[in-house]
């Protein structure tokens, strides 16, 4: 869980999606990734991976390294809530 003190949520920056110009195809084949992942009860990562690399890298221009590292931290919180290792 994560924790946010009410002096610090000045310090939160959140992205306006509006502002975004996202093509409605990539809109379309990002959801169609999700869902197919989730319906099919794959592993949740591989929807990750697929918009970690066409939306935070494609669109955002986020480096790749920056989303493996936030990967990496996700997974140690995630194994920290579930009580075991899963990295």
């Known amino acids: 869980m994560l924790e946010i003190l ?3 949520v000045n310090n939160i920056h959140v992205l306006n999606t ?4 996202i093509n409605a195809e990539l809109k379309r084949n ?3 990734v999700i869902d197919g992942v989730v319906r099919n009860g794959r592993n949740i990562e591989e929807a990750l991976d697929y918009v970690d690399a066409k939306m935070l890298v494609g669109v955002l221009r986020f480096d790749e390294d ?7 931290i996700w997974k140690t919180l995630q ?3 579930l009580g075991r290792d899963t990295r």
């Open 6 to 8: 009410p002096k610090e």
């Open 79 to 81: 194994a920290r809530r």
């Open 30 to 32: 990002v959801i169609s």
């Open 66 to 72: 920056t989303c493996r590292a936030c990967r990496r």
């Open 18 to 21: 509006g502002l975004l110009n």
